[in-house]
């Protein structure tokens, strides 16, 4: 079940990658995605005894028969299975063994005695990475009903030693090569093994040979919803399956699980010799039950071991989420549901009945009406469907059925909350305060209790505001974070103004974090100084004059006071060098951003300031030159630049003079013939937007952009730059008849062959306008001349009728009265 964060194929039911059908985790923990290339783990199969009356499973006997008598106690089971779950403590309670072997690195037995701790609540994982690159690790995650918790648990309530028994971690996270597959049969000459093609699929191969398509379906009918029979008796049944599996394919795909079984060997070996061959119970992955009953020599294990390359570890226990113990979260030993098994795995008696009930709490506190009474008609309704399809009891299928008939009134808009809710869930597990950690987590555990922001697996958002002294450190910890690559929180858009107090966040704790955190380590041991570390080595590393002003925002944001004056000189230096007036427009934004930040946050920035007025003062320069002449791809950027740097100087307005030779340059742009169309009604509409011309000055400039002589696309373009986009222009010629009336005019001549090369540019142009907009538009627009059309306003105001219309007014007089509550006059 090792999760690897290498982006390598997870293991599945045996251990298989992700690249395995999605079906289980049977056997060994598999990788979750994190962050480097562990390898995939073959044992989590998902196999169970074949569901068919006939098979082992039906025939109850008891666990032990799987291996010969007198020997080890083996309970093949499947990752994160409550039925596997129940069968181990079952098996563990009658056989009552001195020590407990689980499928897990070796290292973890270090760890052991932290999950006897209070404190520490699954679903949790066993994190490994490289202590030189700890972007190469690996998880291991437990729920309450996995069955490798189970047996951890019980080992330690019942004074039972514990160990670990899976290839140490410090080999998993060295493999050069993620296959381990050199081409050969396998170890001892083992053949069978199927080169080409996908992996294979223990679960989905018994589900096929009992008459299932899903494979699912089969392992809730073969053992989760079997009751009043014995709970070990799967375990034969499936270490039979597996054995005939092993037969028909080896390895299955998977190589490596040969080297990790040979280690597995050796410590059962080592355990037999010290505890007694009846005092040892191992819970593995069921694909790996075969390979431990194989009878090879202590030498041919060494020899596979021997010459495996090795890197340094640290390894710690984590919290994990139902969330990432979904498949498809991408975990390639995931489940589909862990709520739901969750649930079976708690519930002491009537599942279906405790599942409607919490299902019902769910839709009231989302104000869906739900009453007791859809509760009981709803559970007779999975209980029938079970009965319809020849299942033991209601499963996950006949209840989400129920649930979508009865309680969500036919509508999946509910029934997809209760999956995420409910059936896949969102709880998130906790360690103890001593568990091993590098001190930049240590740091971040303290600051998160000091500012009491708990993480959370489900997403939440969180408004701040910044006059408060708490609300300014939780965004400074957040930024820094987000410096630091740890994406816990992510500014929400929209729910703060540019310049404001106000700032808003969307939080949502990953487990991955933990290895992202690991990561930044190397900056410092707390996150301030491996943020400021951290900046400074970008700030001196950086190309790109937008790179800089960004990371010079973000310093200011992160309250990291310190590197400035290191942001500000490689910024200088780099404004020096650079001429393309693109790129001082693209990099002006960020820095006026922050310089409003800083005032709201009460940080000096006075020498950002004057490279802001600077590189202000060489765009003022460089744009006309910059604009002429560019094709209608760049002429659309640099309408965006322009747009930036406009919202920019007007965050910079301080600066002496600045906005006086800003509106020099529109107005070079707007009356220069060489300038693109866009650009230069862009120009004439910003000017008209800030006063500095007036409508009759904007006719003006439109008439002659319109006039015959112009070509129809460049007469679009202008169009599109003056009323396009998001920016109010069809207000304005909504409320301003006369540059409608100049527009119609110009589109009621354009020839039909430039028609339609000029029609998809006007199609975009109105496109943006709001629904009510375009409405209004071209109801002025058929009104024609004469009638308050464009081209003749009437008296009043601009768009309207001189007069009231006394019928359209009375036409509302019912509605009214109706609302409130009066009688109609007649």
């Known amino acids: 079940m090792t999760s690897a964060s290498t982006g390598e194929p997870t293991p599945t039911l045996r ?24 390898p995939a783990s073959t044992s989590g199969s998902s196999l169970t005894p074949a569901p068919a009356p006939a098979s082992a499973a039906a025939s109850g006997v008891r666990a032990r028969a799987a291996v010969p008598a007198g020997g080890p106690l083996l309970l093949g089971v499947r990752h994160h299975g409550p039925g596997s779950a129940r069968g181990v403590r079952a098996a563990l309670d009658a056989a009552e063994p001195a020590v407990v072997l689980i499928e897990g690195p070796t290292e973890a037995d270090a760890l052991v005695s932290l999950a006897a701790d209070p404190a520490m609540l699954p679903p949790v994982a066993l994190l490994a990475h490289a202590v030189d690159d700890p972007g190469r690790a690996a998880f291991w995650p437990m729920a309450a009903f996995s069955p490798e918790w189970v047996a951890l648990r ?76 014995d709970p070990t008796a799967p375990f034969e049944a499936l270490a039979e399956a597996m054995g005939a599996l092993r037969e028909a394919y080896g390895h299955g795909g998977h190589p490596r699980d040969l080297v990790r079984e040979a280690h597995m060997r050796i410590r059962l070996r080592a355990a037999r010799k010290e505890f007694g061959d009846d005092a040892v119970a191992v819970v593995c ?80 506190a989302e104000d869906h009406p739900v009453s007791p009474a859809h509760v009981i008609e709803a559970v007779r309704l999975a209980e029938g469907l079970a009965a319809l399809r020849g299942r033991p009891r209601p499963g996950l299928d006949e209840t989400t059925d129920a649930v979508r008939a009865v309680l969500c009134e036919g ?10 809710r409910l059936v896949v869930g969102d709880v998130l597990g906790e360690v103890p305060a001593g568990a091993p950690a590098v001190p930049l987590q240590r740091d971040l555990d303290r600051r998160q209790r000091t500012l009491r922001l708990k993480p959370e697996a489900a997403e939440r958002d969180l408004d701040l505001d910044l006059r408060k002294d708490t609300d300014g450190e939780r965004s400074r910890l957040l930024h820094r974070l987000r410096l630091l690559g740890v994406g816990w929180g992510e500014p929400a858009t929209g729910r703060s103004g540019t310049g404001t107090f106000r700032e808003g966040w969307r939080l949502r704790w990953e487990p991955e974090l933990h290895v992202r955190v690991a990561e930044a380590g190397v900056w410092g041991t707390t996150v301030e100084a491996a943020a400021t570390a951290r900046a400074r080595s970008r700030a001196t590393g950086a190309k790109a004059l937008a790179d800089i002003t ?45 310089l409003r930040y800083g005032d709201v946050r009460g940080t000096r920035t006075t020498a950002l300031a004057e490279v802001a007025a600077g590189l202000a003062e060489r765009i003022c320069v460089g744009l006309p030159p910059a604009c002429a002449g560019l094709d209608p791809d760049a002429a659309a950027a640099m309408r965006e630049r322009i747009d930036e740097v406009h919202r920019s100087l007007a965050l910079l307005s301080g600066a002496d003079g600045l906005a006086d030779r800003w509106a020099g340059v529109l107005h070079r742009l707007a009356d220069r013939d060489r300038i693109p169309g866009v650009l230069r009604g862009r120009a004439a509409r910003l000017l008209l ?102 081209g003749h306003a009437l008296p009043g105001v601009p768009g309207f009728a001189a007069g009231p219309d006394p019928d359209r007014a009375d036409a509302v007089l019912p509605l009214l009265h109706l609302v409130l509550g009066t009688e109609v006059l007649v």
């Open 15 to 38: 251990g298989e990658r992700t690249s395995a059908p999605a079906s289980a985790s049977a056997g060994e923990p598999t990788p979750a995605p994190a962050a480097t290339p562990a």
């Open 154 to 229: 019980w080992a330690l309530d019942r004074g039972a030693a514990v160990r670990f028994i899976d290839l140490p971690a410090a080999h998993t996270l060295a493999a050069s090569d993620p296959t381990w597959d050199d081409g050969d049969d396998g170890p001892d000459g083992e053949e069978g093994v199927s080169r080409s093609g996908p992996p294979v699929d223990p679960v989905a191969e018994l589900a096929a040979a009992a008459g299932y398509e899903d494979a699912e379906r089969w392992w809730e009918d073969a053992v989760e919803l079997r009751g009043g029979q």
């Open 285 to 364: 992955g069921a694909w790996h039950v075969p390979a431990l009953t194989r009878k090879t020599t202590v030498t041919a294990d060494r020899a596979l071991l021997k010459g495996l390359p090795k890197v340094r570890t640290e390894t710690t226990w984590v919290p994990w989420t139902h969330r990432r113990l979904a498949r498809r979260s991408g975990y390639g030993a995931g489940i589909a549901s862990p709520g739901w098994y969750a649930h079976l795995f708690a519930a002491p008696d009537r599942p279906v009945e405790r599942w409607m009930t919490r299902v019902a709490g769910l839709l009231r």
């Open 411 to 420: 509508s999946d808009v509910p029934l997809d909350l209760v999956r995420d």
């Open 550 to 594: 960004a990371l010079a925002e973000q310093c200011l944001l992160a309250g990291l006071g310190d590197v400035l004056p290191v942001v500000v000189r490689a910024l200088a230096d780099r404004a020096a060098l650079d001429t393309d007036v693109s790129h001082l427009a693209q990099a002006l934004p960020a820095l006026a951003r922050a």
């Open 689 to 790: 937007d800030e006063g500095r011309i007036a409508v009759d000055e904007a006719a003006v400039l439109m008439s002659r952009a319109l006039s015959p002589g112009t070509p129809p696309a460049d007469a679009a373009a202008w169009i599109d730059g003056f009323a396009g986009g998001a920016s109010g222009g069809g207000l304005l010629l909504v409320h301003d008849e006369r540059l409608l009336g100049l527009v119609d005019a110009w589109l009621t001549g354009v020839p039909a062959d430039a028609f339609t090369d000029v029609l998809p540019l006007l199609r975009r142009t109105f496109a943006a306008y709001e629904p009510g907009v375009r409405r209004t538009l071209g109801e002025l627009v058929a009104r024609g001349p004469g009638a308050g059309g464009p």
